[in-house]
T-cell receptor, first 110, second 115 residues
Framework: GQNIDQPTEMTATEGAIVQINCTYQ??????LFWYQQHAGEAPTFLSY????GLEEKGRFSSFLSRSKGYSYLLLKELQMKDSASYLC???????????FGSGTKLNVKP | ETGVTQTPRHLVMGMTNKKSLKCEQH?????MYWYKQSAKKPLELMFV???????ENNSVPSRFSPECPNSSHLFLHLHTLQPEDSALYLC??????????????FGSGTRLTVV
């Protein structure tokens, strides 16, 4: 089975840095994904980690530690448009199955 | 637009109605999925189709019936639903073995309300 945990809600200030954590327990781990979902819109793909370490993509970075079952999404230079839910998803070896956490709602304030 | 189109965007139906949700993609993807998204709960995987064959049915009640007539279209047929089935239903697609580059592509969902 899968157990994916992330905080329900976070608040941060425009221009700051925020880290959203995700812990997971799963069999046959084959990658961890982060998605962004604005209210009323489709989730959109942000990042993918399958090896330990940090992947950087502009203002967004994602980190993975497979031994600890832990990942985080780091958002730098926060902008108001970053207010959204951030979904952590784990992929298993069996066919293209992704399991999602409940999502972290990020509120960016001026 | 993400390239995955879902219709209708909103649907209100009675418990005795029969309705269908439609999903369409022309991205050349070969796997399609139905997910259910309820408030404050994780996205729940419902069905997986690969090359038009159902490869996963995640213990979903029989009042939900999927159909994949070709690799570009996916339907979810609904009948005799319950109020607890009210949720956002998301369709997603991907090209097998490219998910690490592109992840899933999701549609915007159908907001279903059962009254």
């Amino acid at each position: 089975g899968q157990n994916i945990d992330q905080p329900t809600e976070m608040t941060a200030t425009e221009g700051a840095i925020v880290q959203i954590n995700c812990t997971y327990q799963t069999s046959g781990f084959n990658g961890l994904f982060w998605y962004q979902q604005h209210a009323g819109e489709a989730p959109t793909f942000l990042s993918y980690n399958v090896l330990d370490g940090l992947e950087e993509k502009g203002r967004f970075s994602s980190f993975l530690s497979r031994s600890k079952g832990y990942s985080y999404l780091l958002l730098k230079e926060l902008q108001m448009k970053d207010s959204a839910s951030y979904l952590c998803a784990v992929k298993e070896y069996n066919f293209n199955k992704f399991y999602f956490g409940s999502g972290t709602k990020l509120n960016v304030k001026p | 637009e993400t390239g995955v189109t879902q219709t209708p965007r909103h649907l209100v139906m009675g418990m005795t109605n029969k309705k269908s949700l439609k999903c369409e993609q022309h991205l050349g993807h070969n796997a399609m999925y139905w997910y259910k998204q309820s408030a404050k709960k994780p996205l729940e995987l419902m069905f997986v189709y690969s090359l038009e064959e159902r490869v996963e049915n995640n213990s979903v009640p029989s009042r939900f019936s999927p159909e994949c007539p070709n690799s570009s279209h996916l339907f979810l047929h609904l009948h005799t639903l319950q109020p607890e089935d009210s949720a956002l239903y998301l369709c997603a697609s991907t090209l097998y073995r490219t998910e690490q580059i592109y992840g899933y592509t999701f549609g915007s969902g159908t907001r279903l309300t059962v009254v």
